[in-house]
C-alpha cells in the first residue's frame, strides 16, 4: 500500500504533464491566405554573422594562471571577483586596488603585461559598480576609451571592446553596446565567442529592438552593416494570432514609422550602394515597403532591378518577390520567385519551406491541385522529420511548416479528385511519404463503392486490416447489387451490408491515417473569412460531402431506409431498429441534426 | 488717522472674503476635480482624444498573504504598471487588499519598494506619480490597526509621495477611530456605492447609494484634509429567481451574473424586459424568461430573471450635484471605473465627464470602424459601431453601407445583423444595447472598401 502511494504522486504528475501536453495541437490551415504569412522573413543576429570569422580564443585579462610577482598577485585578486554575485551585491575590491597599484609600480613588466593591468583597472571597476551605479560604470567606461585608444595586444583589444559593450548595456545604451557587438560578430580576430555575441545582441535587442531602436535608427546610418542590421530587426515582422478579441487598428502607427524608414534610406542611398552595389538598399527597400502593406511598391523595386542581377539568386529577394506579387492577386507570377526560393542552394530549411507552403496557396489559386499536392506533401514529410509538433509563428520561421498537415489531409480528402490522386502516385512513386497519399487513394475509393480496387492498394501497401476488411465489404456489396435476385434477397443483403458498416465505424470510410482526432477543427471552411464566395461555397459544399461520405454508420442508415421503404415489409422492423442505433451512434459533430431528430421518431414507430 | 486706512483695508478684505464665500457657495457650476479610478480590466480606447483627466488611479498591484504549510503567515505585495492609461495630469498608485483586516506592518517595507520601483517606471514614461493610494476595507473595528498600519507605510515611502485612501461610510458613525486613520493621510475617498451585498436577503438592486450632502458634508469636512467622493459609473449583471420576488422561498438565491452580455440577453426571444429606476437614478433592466430556457449552463425557468444595473448620465449628474454642496475641503470626484474597451455595462469616460459637467454634451453621431483582418486574398474587415445611444429605450436600426459588394458577411454571435443588399447591412439594435464599441463581424469584399453608417 505504501509503494502504490508513493509510486500515486508522480504517476499522476506524469499524467497531468502528458494531458497538458496532448491537449495543445497545432491548427495551421491555408497560412498563406493571411498578409502576415507574406511579410519578409524574421531576422535576428544570426542572420548578420559573416561566413568564417576567424576567432580566437586567448585568456581574458587577468584570468591566466598567476606565476609570481605582482602582476600574479593582481590575477589571483581579480579572479576572486570576476564571478558575478547570484544577487548582483558588488563585491569587496579594496584588495584588488592595492594589487593594481603594486603591479603598476612594477618596473619588470613588459608592455603587454602593462596593457593587462591598465585592463584590469578598468574591470575591477567594472565588477565594483552595482548595475544601477552609473556613475562608476562611467567610470570604467572611460579607462576603457582610454584603453582602446593605446593599447596594441589584439585579444585585449577585442576583450575591450566587449566590456565597453557590456557597460553600454548596463548604462542602457542599446545603439553604442549593439553596434561593438555587431562589429566583434564579424572581425576576424575577435577574442568574443560567437555564443556570447549572439547572446549579448540578443539580450541587447529583443526581437525587433523595440522604441529604442525605433528612436536611434539614424545613429546606424555610419557603416551599411549597422544600418542593414537596424532596418532589417525594426521591420521584423509580427502576427497577432487572435488573442486579443478586439484588436486596433495599428496601420497608421505603422505607417508612419514605415514613412520613417524609407526617408532614412532615400536620404543614405549612397552609403548603402556603397560596399554591395545596389542590393542592400533594394532589398531593404523591398522589406520596409511590405512591412508597410505596399506590396506594388515592392513589386516596383523588384522591376527595376535587371533580370540578370546577382539579387535574383538571394532567398530574400525571391521571398519578397513572391510576396508582392501574391498581395497584389497576382497569383501566376509568384511561382517562379517561389520556385526558385525552393531551389536555391543558398535558402534555409525554413525559408524552402516558406516557398513550399507559399506554393499551396499559389497552387490553390491557380487550380493545379497535383502541384499543391506535392509541395503539401513535401511539408508534411519535413515536419515530421524535424519533429515540429507546434508552431509558435513568423518569429522561429516554424509557421511556414504547416505543421498540422490540415492542408495535405484536405487536399487528400477532398481537394484534389480520385483521379489526381491516383495519377500523381503513378509518376511520384519514389517520394517520400507516397505511402499516405496512396492509404488516402484507398480511402477514396472505398467512398466511392469502388472497393476491390482499394482492397488492392491496402494489399499493397500491408494495411493488414483495412485489406481483408475491405475485401469482405466488396462481397457483401456485390451481393447487395446483384440484379438476378428478388427484391427480398436483395433487401437481406442491403441489411446485412448495413449491420458490416454499423459494425465497423471508423474503420472503412474514414481516413484514420490524417487527422488523430482533429478533423473537427479543420472542417471550418463556414467560418473562415479568408475565402473568396466562391471559395467558400465550394469548401462548405464539400466539407459536408466529406462528412456524409465517411460517417460508416449515417451511410449504412441510408441503405437501410431503402430497406424500410421497400416492399419487404418483414425486414422493417430489424431495419427500423438498426438504423436507429446507426443514429444515436452519430456525434453531434456530424451535423444534419434536424434530419437525425425527425428520422429519430419516425423509426422508433416503426420498430 | 493711521488705523483708519487700516480699518479700511480690514474691512474691505472682510467684505470680499465674504463675497467671495458667498459666490462660492452659490457658483452651482464649480468645477470639481474629475478623477477615474483605472482597474484591472481597464482599456484605452486609442481613439479617446479628450483632453487628459485630472487623475488616475491607476492598480497597480494587491496586497495579499499565505501561511505555507499552516505556519507564519507571509505578506506579498506585487505591483506592475498598465501598459496603457489614460492622459491625466497626476496619477495615482493604487493597491488592494482583497482579505479580511488589515494587512500586517511587515509589508509596509515591501509595499515602499514596488512603490520606488513604480515611481521609477512611471518616470520613463513621463507619467507624474503623485501618491499612492490603499484601497483597503478594514473592519470599523480594526481602524486603530489600520492607523499603525498606514503610519508605517508613510515611513517607508519615497519621499515626497502622498498617501489617499478609500474609506467606507461605517467608519465614519460616532464612537469610531476614524480620526485617528485620516490623520495618517493626506486625502481620503469616501465610497458611495456597493454599500450592501448585492446577492445579499435585502435584494436590493441598486449599486449606488444617494449622497446626502446635508448629512456628509460635516461629517468629511471636519477632519480638515481634502477628500474626493467616489461615484459608481459602473454596471452589474445578477440572476434573480422568480422566487427572490415572489417571497415564497426566503433564501433564493442571487448570484452576480458575469458570463454574459446585455445583448446576448436582448436577443434572447425566450425573454421579456422591463425597465425602471432605482432610487439614484440607476437604470434598471429587468430581462424575465417566458418559459423554460438555458444560456450556457445556466438554465432558467419562467418568471426568472437577469438583471442588468447600468449607471446613467442622470444619476452621475445628480451624484455630481449633490457631492458639490458638500464644499469645504472636497477636491473632486473620483469616478469608480473606467470602463474595458469591450465594457457593455460601465459608462464611458466622455459620457460621465458629459454628465459631471466638465465637457459641453455634444453627443458624437454614429460611426463605423473597420480594423484590417489581414487577408492576402481577399480584403477583410472588422466591423465596429460606435456612438450609439446607450439609453435609447426602442430597437434601432442602423444601415451600413459599404463601397464595394460583400462577398460574404461573418456576424458576431447574437449580433443581430444580416445582409440587406449586395452592398448594405442591417443592423436591429435592441433597446439600450447600443453601448461602447460594439463589434458587429467580419466583412469580406473582393476589393477595398469604405463603410458609411446611418440610422434609420
New interface residues.
Partial sequence: MRTCRLLKRPFVLLLGTGLLFGCAFDDTLRA???????LPFAKSAANFERRNVRRISAPFAGMAVAEGGHLAGLRSAYQKISTPDPLDRPPEVSVPRQALEAARADPSLTKREREEVALLDAKVDMRAASPQDAELLERAKKKLIAFLATARTPEFRSEARGWLAHIDYLLGDQTGAGKIYLDELNRDGSNLSRETLLNSLRLNYGYDGGPELLSHLQEYFDTPEHAAFAIQLVTNPHWTTGGD?????N?EIEAQTYSRVVKLLEAHRELLRSKNGVNTLALLTMRTALRMGDPAGAKKIADSIPSDDQIHAQPDFNWMLASSN??S?DYAAAEAPLLGLFRSPLASESQKAAAAYGLC?VYQ?TGNTTEQLRYALWLYSGARKNQMWLSTGLSDLSVYWAVSGWDLNLLLETDASVDQLRSFVSQNPDLQDIGLVKYSLAVRLTRENRYSEAADIYQSIHALRRAPRIRRLADLYSEANRTDLNDSQRNEAKLRLAEFLSANPDRIYYNDALWHGLQRYALEAE?D?????RE?DAMIASERKLQDDQEERWRAYLILREVIGSDTTYLRPKAATLALECLRGISDRFGRQEEIRKADIELRLLR | MRFIPLCFVLSTSLLLSACAVSSWSQQPGRQLTTAFWYWQGSSVD?TWSSQPVDAVFVQVGNIRSDRPGGGTERWFAYGDLPKDLPPARDYWLVYRFDGTGVPDVQVAPIIGEEISQLQATAQDRNLHVIGVQLDIDSPTGSLVQYARFLHEVRTKLPSGLRISITALLDWFRSGTSVDGVINEVDEFVPQFYDLSDPTGYGRKAAITAQVDAVRWGPVFNRFGKPFRIGISTFGRARAVPVAANSGTAKYARISLFGDVGLMDIATNSAFEIETSRDPANELVLTFRAKHETRIDYNRFGPGDAIQFILATPESVRSAVDNVRRMHGNLIGVAFFRWPA??DTLAMQPEEVLAAAGNTPQHPKPARV??????????Q?G?I?LMGADPFFPKETHYEIRSSANF??F?PEHNMPVRILSPSQLDLSLPAYCGRG?L?LG?A?T?TRSEFTVERQ
Wanted: charged content about 30%; overall charge positive.
Fill in positions: 498563406y491566405l493571411n498578409a502576415h504569412f507574406w478579441r478586439f484588436p486596433r487598428d496601420s501574391f498581395l492577386h496557396g489559386k467560418h473569412d479568408r475565402l473568396t464566395r467558400r | 486609442p474597451t469591450e470602424e473597420v480594423v484590417n483582418g489581414h487577408c492576402a486574398a481577399v477583410c472588422d465596429y462577398e460574404y461573418l464599441r463589434y467580419r469580406i473582393a
